[in-house]
């Protein structure tokens, strides 16, 4: 197969902010009735003038030097001319060719090892209205459009044609919106906050852009299909033509919008009420106010309290549980809690669709400080774990109401006795060579004991009395 050439344009919602990029419009709209967060400036109505908010560009720098990109002398914005419903005013405010930053990168764990993906530009540009199509795109009847999006500050960042994958444009996103979030300028969670536009092709022909693609999983989804589409076109002798596509979330398929812009059809020219923007001497106060990076965090973890590299990277895969582990981290063994955290209950919350924020740091110090005095079972914590996030509770009360105690070894070599006189076809199989045969039998100890006998003793305590049990065949 042909090598695939992925390149993505991330527009990012500076959605921290508490006003749009060139008004005093609150960006707070998300519960509110369609057209209520608008003003003559956003509405683009005659004789409104723009004024550029300073902490949207602060806050774009701030992710531009996170990039590790280049930050421009300067700064101006431009009119991308184009005519769309959502777009008000006939006009975009955007940038051309003075934007924010060039020549970034971001490091990414690939399948192939670490590899840096290279950010071409970064820059700003207001975000136009929402269009709402009644049913699929191609077949809706009517759209109804709502312009509190409109002149949101956004954000593109623009990588070089580096990923090779669906699934590196996917671990690329992620990784992006890990920077984002722990930069404190952008929540993930609201709707519209980060949309893609991806520009896909097979080695040596024309691209495809898909455009405004409004969830991480949809992006890989888009890209498999327009691969395979474009892989069946070249099999049957068909050339693919340079277009724009709308990808179908519903149906899975990517759809043909129109042929693909040139930068020369949207007549680029400056924007005339708003004055050129001097951004380097803002650098050094900006670089200040960088928090600790995931990456930098990642190397500090697996320093400073010595756990694995892949529980590091786990571990701070979200701000919000690289804080959880570290209150945790204090108070209990820094390997104990980093195993638990990343291996047990980041898939407990996933598997609920739930955040770090669910689960209480102080009862994950006390669940491990049980298990390290030996006062109930791993199997017991587990349950402990998923009866907190299902029904609330204290990890005493839960320990006491369900009877996890621990039991004490006699008890536990009473009911491996019980489970041998029980069990005499495991027992045969297990002289035969059928090594699963003991782990039934661990398996019904644990059942007969309800899950408080440690299973490390009770698998000891069984192969020792296995050696001493009657083997039928060889008595025979």
């Not at 690939?110 to 795109?137: F, N, Q, S």
């Not at 890989?220 to 099999?235: D, G, P, S, W």
């Amino acid at each position: 197969m042909k090598e695939v050439i992925i390149g993505l344009e991330v527009h990012v919602q500076l959605n921290k902010l508490r006003s749009k990029l060139f008004c005093s419009c609150s960006t707070q709209y998300h519960d509110s009735e369609p057209d209520t967060h608008t003003c003559p400036v956003c509405l683009g109505l005659p004789g409104a003038l723009p004024v550029t908010n300073g902490k949207a560009v602060d806050n774009a720098i701030k992710v531009a030097l996170a990039l590790n990109c280049n930050i421009e002398e300067w700064t101006m914005f431009y009119r991308k001319n184009y005519y769309y419903p959502d777009l008000v005013k006939g006009f975009q405010i955007s940038q051309y060719d003075y934007p924010i930053a060039t020549n970034g990168s971001i490091s990414l764990d690939t399948e192939d090892g670490e590899r840096a993906i290279r950010i071409k530009r970064v820059h700003m540009e207001e975000d136009p209205g929402r269009l709402v199509h009644v049913g699929t795109i191609d077949k809706s009847k009517y759209s109804l459009i709502d312009y509190n999006r409109s002149g949101v500050a956004l954000l593109e960042v623009v990588t070089e044609p580096d990923l090779r994958t669906p699934k590196e444009a996917r671990l690329f996103l992620n990784k992006l919106k890990n920077i984002l979030e722990y930069l404190d300028v952008f929540d993930s969670s609201l709707e519209g906050s980060l949309r893609v536009d991806a520009n896909v092709s097979i080695a040596g022909g024309k691209r495809a852009e898909i455009k405004n693609i409004s969830s991480y999983k949809g992006v890989e989804k888009a890209l498999l299909f327009e691969i395979v589409r474009q892989n069946n076109l070249v099999r049957r002798g068909v050339k693919v033509v340079q277009e724009t596509r709308h990808f179908d979330e519903v149906r899975g398929i990517t759809i043909s919008l129109r042929t693909k812009e040139g930068e020369e059809d949207y007549r680029y020219f400056p924007e005339p009420d708003l004055v050129p923007i001097t951004i380097r001497d803002r650098v050094d106060d900006i670089k200040k106010t960088l928090p600790e990076l995931p990456d930098a965090k990642r190397q500090r973890f697996a320093l400073q309290y010595g756990i694995s590299d892949n529980h590091a990277k786990v571990l701070i895969s979200e701000l919000g549980l690289a804080n959880f582990f570290e209150t945790v981290a204090t108070e209990v063994d820094a390997n104990l809690s980093a195993t638990w955290i990343a291996d047990v209950l980041k898939g407990e919350l996933n598997y609920r669709d739930l955040d770090i924020s669910a689960f209480s740091p102080a009862h994950m110090v006390q669940i491990l400080q049980m298990l390290k005095k030996d006062t109930i079972t791993e199997k017991g914590a587990v349950q402990v774990i998923r009866t907190l996030l299902d029904e609330g509770g204290t990890p005493s009360e839960i320990v006491k109401r369900k009877g996890l105690l621990k039991i004490a070894a006699d008890v536990s070599e009473n009911a491996v006795f019980e489970v041998l006189a029980e069990n005499p076809a495991a027992v045969q199989d297990y002289h035969d060579g059928k090594d699963e045969a003991l782990n039934f039998l661990v398996g019904q100890v644990m059942k007969k004991t309800r899950g408080r006998a440690d299973p490390r003793t009770v698998s000891k305590l069984l192969k020792e009395k296995l050696q001493n049990a009657p083997d039928n065949h060889r008595e025979a």
